[in-house]
């Protein structure tokens, strides 16, 4: 859905909407186990959500779905660890 929605200026979420409404049999993309654990491992390197999310072709907040799941401590927008 990304690379149909990049490739037509339009939003992932138009291209679902299109998609079913034409019957396409959807699969979920998510983050493979041995995804996660190199997400885990460049968010500690001191990458971002989105360049993560980029890299594994899943939005950033995919990526930092999994990494609460897994119990990583968040940075803020400044690259501090929360409290």
Do not use: C, N
């Amino acid at each position: 859905m990304y690379q149909i929605a990049r490739r037509f200026h339009i939003h992932r979420v138009t291209v679902s909407k299109i998609l079913r409404r034409h019957g396409v049999k959807m699969r979920m993309g998510g983050m493979s186990p041995e995804q996660i654990d190199e997400a885990v491992k460049l968010y500690q390197e001191g990458w971002s959500l989105a360049r993560i999310g980029k890299r594994m072709s899943v939005d950033g907040q995919t990526v930092r779905s999994r990494l609460v799941e897994r119990g990583v401590r968040m940075r803020d927008t400044h690259g501090r660890e929360r409290p």
